[in-house]
């Protein structure tokens, strides 16, 4: 299994070749262990995996434990002359895929590849204008077309259709309570999908999912060179290339680049050791020549929403204190915080230079005295099942499910004044929560404050899902989400796209993440360390609907701030998944 080429470890070689050497290893750390495992729960891919079986009925599921007996059970069942399975593997040379559905008729081979992702034919193309293929589709049409010459190798006598399976997002759900008949059971981090007896596609008006052939375009990738980090080759020479480096164990050189700043092979020196090793590191090492000791954080590929680290790389410059001015090449803009503007302070934080916060007071000033008391802060959770809960939903489709609300009065006074959370099942949650919203905000005329872009953005595909469904009695809602969203005259006011334009932090990493300059904000300012150190929250002072009376918001350990988000309990009480989000958060 260490040498063998899987489809994953393809799709990984076409990021970087050199992940090859990080993913065979387990004694390099790998992030992304943690956010696939948490992501096929989210996006509702085992029960899109489950549903496309369904639409195959009578077929047979390749069971067996090791690859070597997958290969023969499926060479086995294969001998038939027309038969469906269900993850058969086929194997040639050190070349190994295991495919979602194969349907076998004679020489006729349909190969199908299933994803939770959304795609309406009507409206959607594979294709590009600039471009053959569209950068969206790119990895999945790889991901086909690897798996389309591996099985033409093992049967070169097979006329092979590849097809890709994606949910319709044309189509609306005729039945309530869909994913509940698909219904997902875990042992750790083993996932299975338990069907409700006498469950069948066939009851639903419209197929969710449909297989799409993408014969074209794997011809197209098939007859044109892949460009990998490093490599340029015809993609049939490009797989045997990755497989042979696999096969003689041969370490590929790597090829620094702007991607690394997001490579998975990736732990912090303090984190490091010689059963969890930072591929990242070796690579930097073994480019530049010397050790590197410092955090990802501190070097160019820390720069916020800087795309040209590879002029920096190429001039053998790593660590973000060997730049400086001439190097970034600052562009001011009167009254807010440029890109390269916050660029140069990252690398002034580096140095050891500048002052711990950067405020462009007067822009900040200007744009809060806009503000009418009383203040409501709100957030929003917010979700987009694959499969849809319920009647008339699409897949994909946004799920507004619970807000929080808080109340600042402009002589100081906070109470957390109102929340709405519906996670009924069968129930739902959106149009209510919305109406909630509606008739909390209604107590007020005072500005609406959010953090980013999420509760605005929202508001606006509640509004068009509302015109969509001819939602009755909706006229109040358009009428109250216009009041919100509108440019000029709405109520919202956004926080963190103003903090990002107004105001730097150290110990942020450039970032403007509420996560991020909470707890910066919180140990510099003796104002809210005293107010909020005191055990005031959940009182007749400060009121809370969820927190105990006399909560203490800003604890110290060693004379630092504790990160309030880590005083607060876990989101699950499945210690497993609990694991996955503290590393992905960790991370962020």
């Known amino acids: 299994m260490t040498t063998t080429l899987t489809k994953s470890r393809f799709k990984l070689a076409l990021e970087c070749p050199r992940k090859l050497v990080y993913t065979v290893d387990n004694t390099y750390a790998n992030a992304k262990s943690d956010d696939e495992f948490l992501e096929a729960l989210a ?20 069971d067996a434990l090791s690859i070597d007996e997958q290969v023969r059970q499926t060479e086995q069942l294969l001998k038939q002359e027309n038969i469906t399975l269900y993850e058969p593997t086929f194997r040639h040379g050190n070349l190994v895929v295991r495919v979602d559905v194969l349907v076998k008729r004679g020489l006729d081979i349909d190969l199908i590849e299933v994803k939770s992702k959304g795609f309406d034919a009507a409206a959607e193309t594979f294709r590009a204008t600039k471009k053959p293929i569209a950068t969206e589709w790119e990895p999945y049409l790889y991901d086909v077309a690897y798996q389309t010459i591996v099985l033409q190798r093992a049967h070169p006598e097979w006329m092979i259709k590849p097809h890709l399976m994606l949910l319709d997002t044309s189509v609306c759900a005729s039945i309530d309570g ?4 698909l219904l997902v059971v ?19 008006a419209q197929p969710l999912l449909r297989a799409h052939d993408v014969s074209s375009e794997v011809e197209h990738l098939r007859a044109n060179p892949v460009e990998s980090p490093g490599i340029t080759m015809p993609f049939d020479e490009f797989v045997d290339h990755l497989a042979q480096s696999l096969a003689s164990g041969k370490k590929l050189p790597p090829t620094p680049s702007n991607a690394c700043k997001k490579c998975e092979f990736y732990c912090e020196p303090v984190q490091a050791t010689e059963s969890s090793r930072s591929g990242w590191a070796e690579c930097m090492e073994a480019h530049f020549q010397r050790k590197i000791t410092q955090p990802r954080s501190d070097t160019v590929f820390g720069l916020t929403n800087h795309r040209k680290v590879d002029k920096f790389i190429s001039s053998n410059v790593l660590l973000m204190s060997e730049l400086d001015e001439h190097n970034i090449g600052v562009n001011e803009e009167i009254g807010r915080i440029s890109t390269t503007k916050r660029h140069l302070l990252q690398v002034q934080e580096a140095r050891g230079e500048g002052d711990p916060i950067f405020l462009e007071r007067e822009t900040l000033s200007s744009e809060m005295v806009k503000w009418q008391f009383p203040l409501n802060f709100i957030d929003f959770e917010t979700s987009r099942p694959a499969l849809p809960f319920h009647f008339r939903n699409k897949p994909n489709d946004l799920l507004l499910f619970q807000f929080s609300h808080h109340i600042l009065e402009a002589d100081g006074r906070l109470r957390h004044a109102s929340e709405c959370l519906i996670a009924e099942p069968g129930t739902p949650p959106s149009m209510s929560v919305l109406r909630a919203l509606r008739d909390a905000l209604s107590e007020n005329n005072g500005t609406v404050v959010h953090w980013w872009h999420h509760e605005k953005n929202v508001l606006k595909e509640l509004r068009k899902q509302i015109l969509d469904s001819a939602e009755e009695n909706s006229e109040s809602l358009l009428d109250f ?19 990002s334009k107004t105001g730097f932090f150290h110990g942020t990493n450039g970032r403007s993440s509420i996560k991020k300059v909470l707890p910066a904000t ?34 110290e350990e060693n004379g630092q701030v504790v990160d309030p988000y880590k005083l607060l309990d876990p989101i699950f009480l499945d210690p497993v998944l609990n694991q996955a989000i503290e590393c992905r958060e960790t991370r962020r």
Do not use: C
Request: charged share 25%; proline share 5%; net charge negative.
């Open 178 to 181: 869909l994913g509940e008949k």
């Open 43 to 62: 996006d509702g891919g085992h029960q899109v995996g489950a549903l496309a079986k369904l639409m195959y009925p009578g077929g047979i599921e390749v």
């Open 481 to 499: 989400i216009d009041s919100m969203v509108d440019e000029g005259t709405g109520r919202l006011a956004d926080l963190g796209t103003l903090v």
């Open 186 to 204: 875990r042992n750790g981090r083993r996932v299975d999908v338990q069907v409700e007896e006498g469950f069948s596609p066939a009851i639903l």
């Open 522 to 555: 919180l140990s510099r300012s003796d104002f809210l360390r005293e107010r909020y150190g005191q055990p005031i929250y959940g009182t007749a002072d400060m009121p809370s609907l969820n927190f105990p009376a006399g909560w203490i918001w800003i604890r």
